[in-house]
């Protein structure tokens, strides 16, 4: 059974860090990209950084680039997204999610072939 779950959501202040993670199980993890998503209240879910199964292509929405880095470690079938000087607007449901397998990089980023979803977790940013 494939699982994605992810943690390391919490409430912080404007200007503050987060690491969330995902830890994967139930399919062979290193074939994979796997992205960070996220849906704050009223509005859709869209595609925050993605990375793909051997960590050497990388894509990161403009509203948090130079702010929040996506990394792997294939060794402990585990994404991390690094948060780095949070601001309001990223208060949301961050899930991490799999690529589905011969997908387009852009329709993955974009969140249209995404295969599994995990559960998310809640940031929170505010004074």
């Known amino acids: 059974e494939v699982q994605l779950q992810a943690s390391g959501g919490g409430w912080v202040q404007p200007g503050g860090s987060l690491r969330l993670s995902c830890a994967a199980s139930?399919?062979?993890?290193?074939?994979?990209?796997i992205g960070w998503f996220r849906q704050a209240p009223g509005k859709e879910r869209e595609g925050v950084s993605c990375?793909?199964?051997?960590?050497?292509?990388?894509y990161v929405a403009d509203s948090v680039k130079g702010r929040f880095t996506i990394s792997r470690d294939n060794a402990k079938n585990t994404v991390y997204l690094q948060m780095n000087d949070l601001k309001a607007e990223d208060t949301a449901v961050y899930y991490c999610a799999r690529r589905k397998y011969g997908s387009t990089w852009y329709r993955f980023v974009h969140g249209y072939a995404v295969h599994y979803w995990g559960k998310g977790t809640l940031v929170t940013v505010s004074s």
């Open positions: 139930g399919f062979t993890f290193d074939d994979y990209a």
């Open positions: 990375i793909s199964s051997g960590g050497g292509n990388i």
